[in-house]
Nanobody
Framework: QVQLVESGGGLVQAGGSLRLSCAAS????????MGWYRQAPGKQRELVAT???????RYADSVKGRFTISRDNAKNTVYLQMNSLKPEDTGVYYC??????????????WGQGTQVTVSS
């Protein structure tokens, strides 16, 4: 079992910043990648940003240049620094972790989600 605990969501005005954190714990041998996804009302969940154990990053085009993902491997924690927020960034942000729980077998785990609301 892998547990993900997210924090850092909230309400912010357009142009503001927020920082999300997600800490992974439980029976993890190693983490392959962690990332953030979001889901706006009435829309499908979409990728925001991911980062591998080797610190390779990937961003949605809509957040490039505004969001930065980083991780602390020693703490099994991933961060998402969100700057220049826009109303369209509003949604529930979910942390994802792809980790090896048994040698040769990895699973995807999800956090409970944290609400981010950007007012215009």
């Amino acid at each position: 079992q892998v547990q993900l605990v997210e924090s850092g969501g909230g309400l912010v005005q357009a142009g503001g910043s927020l920082r999300l954190s997600c800490a992974a714990s439980g029976s993890i041998l190693s983490i392959n990648a962690m990332g953030w996804y979001r889901q706006a009302p009435g829309k499908q969940r979409e990728l925001v940003a991911t980062i591998t154990s080797g610190s390779m990053t990937r961003y949605a085009d809509s957040v490039k240049g505004r969001f930065t993902i980083s991780r602390d491997n020693a703490k099994n924690t991933v961060y998402l620094q969100m700057n220049s927020l826009k109303p369209e960034d509003t949604g529930v942000y979910y942390c994802n972790c792809n980790g090896m729980v048994v040698v040769g077998f990895s699973v995807d785990s999800w956090g409970q989600g944290t609400q981010v609301t950007v007012s215009s």
